[in-house]
């Protein structure tokens, strides 16, 4: 981006006073003074944190006490397989925690198979909607997007009130559900509050996207004598794959990160039907006794891999069919 | 040009340094450096004050900030023992936010406090991985008895016959009663000769649960429960933390006994009724009596000054008296520079003259045995049942290396047995499995 004046053939031997080639080595190094303090943090708080969790995923830590070398002993005991084996009952026990193969993970997974697809058709809905000429539309356009804006935490503790068993939620709907404390509906209520706050920021996506669809296509279409319903599904959906890529990418990897609902509404419980990856992840770091960073170093690096098998998935299924430029 | 450029650039890479710095530091991490500067600040103004400022030793003091007014108690005691020892200087540094992890990250990259507050819950992990500096010895050059402290709590800060900590504050648990509801159901209030067989009479006549009125709490906290584990002579853990007692007949027993007040609805979960703590509950008078300590004594007063209540003991199991002992002690870090003047800062805080001003303040109860007759408990009943607690057959709340584990397990249990009607002992027996799965993966 430096170099806006090197069209000209350069010499054909390079000397120190070439004034062409001065002039782009005194443009680079501007470059990098300019790139400098990012960089001097990205790779102290990025690169450098990311090598230490690396190293230290093989090891036993506990904060207390050095780090010692383990090496895959950390990602045996996050997986533990053998929790998956037939045991008799009185088997000796394991050394090793189940949470993430037997809850933790399947939680997740089936968290994120929900919120996606639901975020991702009703924010369509929704930029539908905000593309039409209506009466207040920029009022309902604050509306939708003031939940994306405002504090999760705020937000959580507002669905806390919301869904107690003497909120509104109950007296609205005329139910007895005790929304939070109960393991059949616990995970459900925190899949409506992800709905809820991300749906206005993919409204956002999806509304920018729409409004870039050229119109010269349309009027192609309406000229070939295509309806409604066959211009959306022929030139709307189609034109927008780009920004549908985007937008269920930010969300599996949002969804597969969950945890500041969490960690407000729920810790985790009741009997672990709210307990996610990332959520695990601090409590093996932070939350118990025998604190195991070095499991919960091993577990990031898992969830890392997921989320990047997952994506490449999902760009699979959404290229399958017709080319899609850059997303 | 090229010289508006060349200071240009320079200005541009600081204000970039400045602006990119901010996003980087997290809200909870900034107050605590915020306070540190300042403290620093006020050791200049002193050190010039002085002139001395080689010879002054300084300790720095750590630990959680529960309130402003704790908070402000704490430094006034701390500028008292400033002005009797000019030598020593306290940095009070009080850690907001998570405690735990930012005491044990600090500890990880070697820049704990001198002193700092440590919770029995804790205590086993910080001992086996010697952080502790043992403090016998300094004890006895500064003239600090064993003897003075109730023997329960130094005994729970003491491993193999070496003491790590001297405890500063205590809590048990105590039956809090509401005397309207009593008089409204007609019946005696609670004494301290009161049984199991007395307490589930009671929660009969008390509960309505048509309107919502129940006779006891019991909710499915580690916290509560195992007092009646120790009251039916059982045990969550063995002497050396080595196994867990948790599916043995007697604390199958006593969860059967107490998850029967739920099941029979003379008792209710504080989530039945939309609360996350039965003390909001009972203060809003809608569960008749509740297990809880001295900590509910304040909140009454702020937030339900009305309610009209008791404390007694806990009531008497099958198999006699038991409690639980919540306390806090403070310890010397291993890398302590100024280790004799961090025993000497221990000793001030933990001293009859500041246990008795926290004492009045209603915060905290006093560690020390002399002040069991003191004039504040003789005129306050509630305190002085939560203090009476700590001598009849209490143990300290503490389960070994795997203490939140044991905890996390012993709440599960007991929600399944509540939200998935679990079989008593099947549910035990799950989380004991789980327990010693955990102390499996310590070894």
């Known amino acids: 981006m430096t170099q806006t004046v090197s069209n000209r053939p350069a010499g054909l031997f390079w000397r120190k006073d070439n004034p062409e080639k001065r002039k782009k080595r005194s443009e680079a190094l501007t470059a990098y003074i300019f790139l400098l303090p990012y960089l001097f943090i990205f790779f102290t708080f990025t690169i450098f944190s990311i090598g230490y969790a690396f190293y230290l995923s093989f090891t036993r830590y506990n904060l207390l006490r050095p780090p010692e070398w383990w090496g895959l002993e950390g990602y045996r005991r996050v997986l533990c397989l053998e929790a998956l084996m037939p045991r008799g009952e009185d088997a000796p026990p394991l050394a090793c925690d189940d949470l993430f193969i037997k809850k933790a993970l399947p939680n997740t997974v089936k968290y994120t198979l929900i919120v996606v697809p639901t975020q991702t058709v009703l924010s369509l809905i929704l930029a539908f909607a905000m593309d039409q000429k209506l009466r207040f539309r920029r009022l309902f356009r604050t509306i939708y997007y003031l939940p994306s804006v405002t504090s999760s935490v705020v937000i959580s503790l507002i669905f806390v009130w919301l869904f107690s068993p003497l909120g509104i939620v109950n007296q609205i709907f005329n139910l007895n559900i005790n929304w939070l404390n109960d393991p059949r509906y616990a995970f459900y209520t925190i899949m ?70 969490i960690y407000v509404m729920t810790s985790g419980g009741p009997l672990d039907s709210t307990t996610t990856v990332a959520y695990l992840i601090y409590k093996w770091a932070f939350r118990d006794t025998t604190v195991k960073m070095g499991q919960a170093a091993a577990l990031s690096f898992i969830l890392a891999l997921i989320i990047l098998v997952f994506t490449l998935i999902q760009r699979r299924i959404i290229e399958g069919s017709g080319s899609v430029g850059s997303a | 040009m090229k010289t508006l450029l060349k200071w240009f650039v320079p200005l541009m890479v600081l204000s970039l340094l400045l602006a990119a710095c901010q996003p980087a530091a997290t809200p909870t991490p900034e107050k605590v450096i915020e306070t540190v500067t300042v403290e620093k600040e006020k050791e200049v103004v002193k050190t010039v004050e002085v002139e001395k400022p080689a010879e002054r030793a300084v300790v720095r003091l750590s630990g959680w900030a529960a309130s402003p007014e ?40 070697g820049v704990e406090p001198d002193v700092f507050y440590m919770d029995i819950f804790q205590f086993p992990a910080f001992v086996r991985d010697e952080v ?56 005696a209030e609670p004494t301290d000769d009161w049984t199991w067989d007395d307490l589930k009479a009671a929660a009969e006549a008390l509960s309505d649960p048509a309107n919502n009125i129940y006779g006891l709490g019991v909710p499915a906290d580690p916290g509560r429960f195992p007092i009646f584990v120790f009251q039916n002579g059982g045990s969550i853990m063995t002497e050396d933390y080595s196994d867990t007692l948790l599916d043995s007949p007697a604390a199958v027993e006593a969860a059967t006994f107490y998850t029967d007040f739920r099941k029979n609805q003379i008792g209710a979960i504080p989530a039945d009724v939309g609360e996350g703590w039965q003390g909001t509950v009972f203060g809003k008078g809608q569960f008749a009596m509740v297990y809880e300590g001295g900590w509910l004594i304040p909140y009454l007063k702020q937030q339900f000054p009305n309610t009209n209540y008791g404390v007694v003991t806990p009531p008497a199991g099958p198999k006699g008296e038991g409690n639980l002992i919540f306390t806090v002690a403070y310890v010397i870090s291993r890398n302590s520079k100024n280790p004799e003047a961090a025993m000497r800062v221990i000793n001030y805080l933990t001293s009859e003259k500041a246990q008795n001003k926290v004492l009045e303040s209603g915060f905290a109860l006093p560690t020390r045995l002399s002040l069991q007759n003191s004039e504040f408990l003789k005129t306050n009943p509630a305190s002085s049942a939560i203090f009476r607690g700590a001598l009849q057959g209490a143990r300290p709340f ?18 399944r047995i509540y939200l998935e009607n679990q079989a008593v002992d099947a549910s035990l027996k799950q989380a004991a499995q789980v327990i010693r799965q955990k102390i499996a993966e310590v070894k």
């Open chain 1, 192 to 261: 409506i509050l992800n709905v809820f706050t991300t749906s206005g920021t993919l409204m956002l996506i999806f509304l920018a996207g729409l409004q870039d669809i050229p119109t010269a296509i349309y009027e192609a279409a309406s000229i070939d004598g295509a309806n409604k319903f066959q211009t959306l599904r022929f030139i709307t959906i189609p034109m927008l794959r780009p920004v549908v890529f985007f937008v269920v990418t930010v969300g599996l990897i949002g969804c597969f990160q969950v945890f500041d609902q």
């Open chain 2, 70 to 109: 704790e908070t402000a108690l704490l430094q006034s005691i701390l500028l008292d023992f400033t002005v009797e020892n000019p030598d020593i200087v306290v940095k009070y540094e009080p850690i907001t936010g998570d405690y735990w992890q930012q005491l044990k990250t600090s500890i990880a990259s």
């Open chain 2, 132 to 187: 502790l500096l043992p403090i016998d010895d300094l004890m006895a050059k500064e003239g600090v008895k064993r003897d003075d402290f109730i023997p329960s709590l130094i005994d729970a800060f003491s491993e193999g016959g070496v003491t790590y900590g001297i405890p500063k504050d205590f809590n048990t648990l105590g039956l809090f009663y509401n005397k309207d509801l009593f008089a409204k159901a007609g019946i």
């Open chain 2, 398 to 415: 503490v389960w070994g290396l795997v203490g939140s584990d044991v905890n996390e397990q012993m709440g599960k249990a007991l929600e």
